[in-house]
């Protein structure tokens, strides 16, 4: 095993680390499939984009990251939810639109929050949590904080000014920031080479005088490595980097079916990707390296749809918000 | 009390505070200076950020020298990115600072409008009250000297229209100081007009620090005749219209509103209730601006009480022109605010 993580350089990694890899992408699976069952029975009114296909990424960046370190998201954010730690009973309340809901009902699954966590808020509008996740950086080299801050976003938040405009401050200013591109080639149906002439989101980061890096987003060692570096990077001041991630979405932009029958992207890419499938790939590796037994991983499976099932429960049995909740929350 | 009262020039001002010497005058700048100041002073998660508020002039004088004396991390200049440096200071606010961000000129505004509407005024709301915004955006308006379409915008009714923002507008140097710091207090994203043609205005300020409540508009002159409601740099002119006015012995009650959102609709209704007609004078622009909606909100709430149509004085619907020619032509007056109130006599 030793041998096979000298690749990342990594081959110090303990068996601790990486069976926590797997119990978070599995986690995240697990939880995106649940949607996925339960959707068509329209109980979960509100639009949800999932994550399936793109476990690796949140996995392998929030293990990185301390519990009072930030993390802003955008509209596909559960995996980095859940990978940041939060329990699920708030979430899938919030997606059941109830009081319990981590957002009280008023956010849905565009709009998670787990202050305790560092989740300060979820921008569902592209790019618009970027200039937010360095704005909260800020705050924490102004307060001193020993706190690094990482924003998620997709291949689209790149073509947005937002992020240019942020990421040339966040370096002007060497702010404890980690940039993570979770690029899986799509805005909506909109191919990458569609709206970019180059497809090398990492390299930007040079023009800004600051480090990139592009992984494969479907190893989740890969992806932990370049989010160690990226971390310690920022705690020691030494500014911002720019992780590109690739990867694939499996489902369609939003809700939990796949798309290629409607002509949005052909079938034989997501066939190709499917064979890469991070949580399938990873799951293979630590068996043949003897790593983890098959005991261990049936286990976590069992705990987290015991998790699952605990959520789903209280979601559906909580209450909604009451009438007079409309007007409440607007000011402090 | 003499800090309520509306000086129109600084001879004014200076005769009278001749006559109270335990008084301290300052211009509206300074005021704004001196309120940054004691707060940069008092606590550290006060910040200032925005493009060239460490420069010499420091934004017409309202931010200068406060780097020299806080540093260059408190008193922050920022690149030209005006969206992104907005929603940083939203970001810094949700993570427990309270930034006061400068955008020189209200025109650079429409360039943040994805991080205050979509980000800063929803990120409470949004999060069922979990989080919140203590941000204040200082903002300028100009006018004059050509300064045309892109350089003195009044942009005031964009703001207020949206829920969980609140727009303040001072028109005095004890109310610029005590809202600045109402406003870094208040928890909420505001929005803070400044018109440049106040801040050479005097008037009394306190040296101690202290807060003037947002909502809460204010008389500046009671009267029996007449409502004038003014806003920002509209009270003066509302002030002298008044004075005109009182010579022809028409005696106008000129209401200087302050706070644009939240609105104190009470203060209005009651003045109205009294006097029966009611102008509005606003730096902007008609169509659906403040003065559509005090109007609305008396007819709604005292509409019998109105004895003659309500009277609007605006900008003309157009951008602003740069020749002095017609610049002359486009800003109302005094003089438009008196021909208003006359219209609501029947004369």
């Known amino acids: ?332 | 009390m003499p800090w309520t009262k509306v000086y129109g020039n600084k001879a004014e001002f200076e005769k009278h505070l001749a006559g109270e010497p335990g008084l301290r005058g300052l211009t509206y700048r300074e005021a704004l200076l001196e309120a940054a100041s004691q707060m940069l002073a008092s606590d550290p998660s006060v910040f200032v950020i925005g493009e060239g508020v460490d420069d010499s002039g420091g934004v017409f004088g309202t931010t200068k020298g406060l780097h020299q004396r806080f540093g260059k991390d408190r008193v922050m200049d920022s690149p030209l990115a005006e969206n992104a440096v907005t929603g940083i200071a939203v970001g810094a606010a949700v993570a427990g600072m309270r930034p006061i961000l400068v955008h020189m000129r209200v025109d650079f505004m429409p360039l943040t409008m994805d991080q205050i509407i979509n980000h800063a005024a929803k990120w409470r709301y949004m999060f069922g009250g979990k989080l919140n915004v203590p941000l204040v955006i200082r903002s300028i308006v100009g006018r004059g000297w050509g300064s045309a379409a892109q350089h003195s915008q009044n942009l005031q009714a964009l703001f207020a229209h949206i829920p969980g923002l609140k727009v303040v507008m001072p028109s005095t140097p004890f109310d610029a100081k005590g809202l600045l710091k109402a406003s870094v207090y208040d928890g909420n994203p505001v929005i803070f007009i400044e018109h440049r043609w106040l801040y050479e205005h005097m008037g009394h300020v306190p040296e101690e620090s202290y807060t003037v409540p947002i909502g809460k508009g204010i008389v500046r002159r009671p009267g029996k005749d007449a409502t004038v409601v003014g806003i920002s740099h509209m009270v003066y002119e509302s002030m002298k219209a008044a004075e005109e006015l009182m010579g022809e012995g028409i005696d106008c009650e000129v209401i200087d509103l302050r706070t644009i959102r939240p609105m104190d609709t009470g203060l209005i209704i009651e003045s109205v209730k009294k006097t029966g007609r009611l102008v509005v004078a606003d730096t902007g622009w008609k169509d659906c601006g403040p003065g559509s909606e005090i109007i609305t909100r008396v007819v709604e709430e005292a509409f019998g009480f109105l004895k003659a149509p309500a009277r609007r004085v605006n900008l003309p619907d157009v951008p602003t022109p740069a020749s002095p020619a017609l610049e002359k032509a486009y800003y109302p007056g005094a003089a438009d605010i008196v021909s208003a109130v006359k219209k609501t006599l029947g004369k």
Not at chain 1, 83 to 111: I, Q
Not at chain 1, 118 to 129: E, F, K, P, R
Not at chain 1, 268 to 287: G, H, I, N, S, T
């Open chain 1, 1 to 332: 095993m030793r041998k096979e993580l000298l690749k990342y350089g990594m081959q110090t990694l303990t068996k601790n680390i990486l069976d926590r890899m797997y119990a978070s992408m599995l986690r995240i699976r697990m939880f995106e499939e649940k949607i996925v069952e339960l959707y068509p029975e329209q109980e979960m009114k509100c639009p949800v984009h999932l994550c399936i296909g793109q476990e690796a990424i949140a996995a392998g960046v929030c293990l990185n990251l301390k519990k009072d370190d930030y993390v802003f998201s955008n509209h596909r954010g559960h995996g980095h939810c859940l990978a940041k730690g939060s329990p699920m009973r708030p979430l899938f309340a919030e997606f059941y639109g109830k009081a319990t809901g981590c957002s009280k009902g008023k956010g849905g699954s565009m709009h998670l929050v787990d202050a305790e966590r560092g989740i300060l808020g979820t921008s569902a509008i592209v790019g618009g949590g970027i200039p937010m996740g360095v704005g909260a950086s800020l705050a924490s080299m102004l307060k001193n904080e020993e706190r690094v801050t990482a924003i998620f976003f997709g291949d689209g938040a790149y073509d947005e000014g937002a992020f240019y405009e942020s990421f040339n401050f966040a370096s002007l200013k060497k702010l404890p920031v980690v940039f993570v591109c979770e690029n899986n080639f799509y805005a909506t149906n909109s191919h990458q080479s569609a709206r970019q002439p180059g497809c090398r989101i990492s390299d930007t980061a040079a023009a800004f005088d600051a480090h990139g890096v592009c992984v494969d987003g479907n190893d989740v060692i890969a992806v932990y490595k370049a989010a160690r570096d990226s971390v310690s990077r920022a705690a020691r001041g030494g500014g911002p980097s720019l992780i590109e991630a690739k990867t694939y979405r499996w489902k369609g932009h939003v809700g939990p079916e796949a798309d290629f029958d409607k002509g949005s992207r052909p079938k034989e890419e997501l066939d190709y990707w499917v064979e890469r499938c991070p949580v399938k790939a990873f799951r293979a590796f630590l068996l043949e390296k003897n790593v983890t037994t098959p005991k261990e991983m049936d286990e976590v499976a069992s705990a987290i749809k015991a998790e699952i099932d605990d959520a789903v429960s209280f979601a559906r049995a909580s209450p909604y918000p009451e009438a007079k909740e409309l007007l409440e929350d607007l000011y402090i």
